[in-house]
């Protein structure tokens, strides 16, 4: 879906809704409004062994400035964290 983007991989602390859904999140210092998730998925391991597994949800983002943004939730027993995975030109 997404090919283009710079690589950021940074952890960033996110405000969600529902118990899933995102709605803002801090990235060095700055505070990012999410008007738009123009795309999510799921993305599970079910190669490796169950206290290994990687299970992501991913989000494509648009923040109150027109930036995009790729984010995900690592779903790790007990100690779920975000990842803002990569910026955007576009989500296409």
């Given at each position: 879906?997404?090919?283009?983007g710079?690589?950021?991989?940074?952890?960033?602390?996110?405000?969600?809704?529902?118990?899933?859904?995102?709605?803002?999140?801090?990235?060095r210092?700055?505070?990012?409004?999410?008007?738009?998730?123009?795309?999510?998925?799921?993305?599970?391991d079910?190669?490796?062994?169950?206290y290994r597994?990687?299970?992501?949800?991913?989000?494509?983002?648009q923040?109150?400035?027109g930036?995009?943004?790729?984010?995900?939730?690592?779903?790790?027993?007990?100690?779920?964290?975000?990842?803002?995975?990569?910026k955007l030109s576009?989500p296409?």
């Amino acid at each position: 879906m997404v090919a283009q983007g710079k690589f950021i991989g940074e952890r960033i602390v996110v405000e969600v809704i529902n118990l899933e859904e995102p709605v803002r999140f801090k990235w060095r210092n700055r505070e990012y409004h999410i008007v738009k998730i123009e795309a999510s998925s799921r993305r599970l391991d079910l190669k490796s062994t169950w206290y290994r597994r990687k299970h992501r949800d991913y989000f494509i983002v648009q923040v109150d400035s027109g930036e995009w943004f790729e984010i995900y939730r690592h779903r790790v027993p007990g100690k779920p964290y975000w990842v803002l995975t990569r910026k955007l030109s576009s989500p296409d």
